[in-house]
């Protein structure tokens, strides 16, 4: 009897130890961007700090802030996590709730004593709000006392934030809640000079005085802004695309990683077509990848655009390597591009 029991945990323990084994964080994002909240569960019980950070979003309560888990979210609050913590980004589960439009969870956070403001000049989740053009993310927001001078950490404004991507409405909403649009950030520039950059002319017509816009575009017609540069966020089917990848990934499956990531590429070209060579225009060849130039913490320098590669091209191997290395650096745009690009020279050899 003896020997069978002790051949019994022979053979149980090592399934124990892997059930409890505390995640990496490369693990840890993979598993709960799947939504996988008994893996969160167990890996609570055996003693993870519930403000652990994964290598991308971040924390348990971000990811399901981020992603609409309101059952992670529960998870982890439950357990202790802080609801105010930042990520390496400088960025709260509000502000990604509000980023990613999630509004039911982002009432769950406002609920439980978030706070829609920050200490001063700090990016806040009125700012990720405005850029998107969540409108009613922005409303439930000014609401409950978001502060709507709020300042970022180059001082730039929330209504820079709509001015900048064109949301008229937004604009209108934050004036009349008591935006200045005089207001000026680090590098001299207000609202008004973002909207005319963007050529967004009616916002900016709307936030100046006759004379200003008069000045203004008088200037505009003289000499015209260079085209704007558009934000453009990948869409859901993308990041879809690119946990299945990672998940792949983080199991040994190469292959059918690079097949997700060779379908996050084709559905990002879909929504972006390469500019036509026009006269007096020099074509650049073929574009070579997407760059996607985004930090969350500076929403109004993501852009996403074509990139023309010369001759010399990294080997397939390499991009892959960099890309793993962006990733473990917290580097997400740089890696996906990254891979992306590994993605389209195997397509491309095949």
């Known amino acids: 009897m003896k020997r069978w029991i002790a051949l019994l945990l022979v053979v149980l323990f090592p399934f124990a130890v892997a059930a409890t084994e505390l995640p990496d964080p490369v693990r840890f994002s993979v598993r709960l961007e799947l939504g996988d909240v008994a893996q969160a569960r167990t890996w609570l019980d055996a003693g993870l700090d519930p403000d652990f950070e994964g290598a991308l979003i971040g924390t348990g309560l971000m990811i399901g802030a981020w992603s609409g888990n309101i059952a992670l979210m529960e998870l982890f609050y439950s357990r202790g996590a802080d609801l105010e913590r930042t990520n390496r980004f400088g960025e709260t589960a509000l502000m990604l709730a509000a980023w990613k439009n999630q509004r039911e969870a982002l009432d769950w956070l406002l609920a439980r004593g978030a706070r829609p403001n920050r200490p001063e000049r700090q990016w806040t989740a009125l700012h990720y709000a405005a850029f998107a053009g969540h409108t009613a993310i922005v409303e439930t927001l000014l609401t409950r006392g978001a502060e709507v001078n709020a300042r970022s950490t180059n001082g730039s404004t929330v209504l820079m934030m709509a001015a900048r991507e064109g949301h008229a409405a937004i604009a209108e909403r934050l004036v009349a809640a008591g935006a200045d649009p005089r207001l000026k950030n680090d590098y001299g520039d207000d609202a008004i000079t973002w909207a005319m950059r963007q050529r967004n002319y009616a916002i900016a017509k709307s936030l100046a005085s006759v ?43 190469r292959d059918e990683a690079l097949a997700s990531y060779r379908k996050a590429l084709a559905e990002l070209k879909a929504q972006q077509r390469p500019t036509k060579v026009g006269a007096g225009q020099t074509a650049e060849g073929a574009p070579k990848a997407l760059v996607i130039r985004a930090r969350r913490d500076r929403p109004g320098e993501q852009i996403v655009r074509f990139a023309y590669a010369g001759n010399d091209e990294a080997s397939i191997d390499e991009l892959l390597a960099a890309a793993h290395a962006a990733e473990a650096a917290g580097r997400r745009s740089e890696a996906l591009r990254l891979f992306r690009a590994a993605a389209a020279r195997i397509k491309a050899e095949q």
């Open 211 to 253: 004379e200003r816009f008069a000045s203004l575009a008088r200037e505009a017609s003289t000499n015209p802004p260079p085209p704007p540069l558009r934000s453009q966020p990948a869409p859901d089917v993308v990041e879809e695309y690119l946990r299945m990848a990672r998940l792949a990934e983080s199991q040994g499956r």
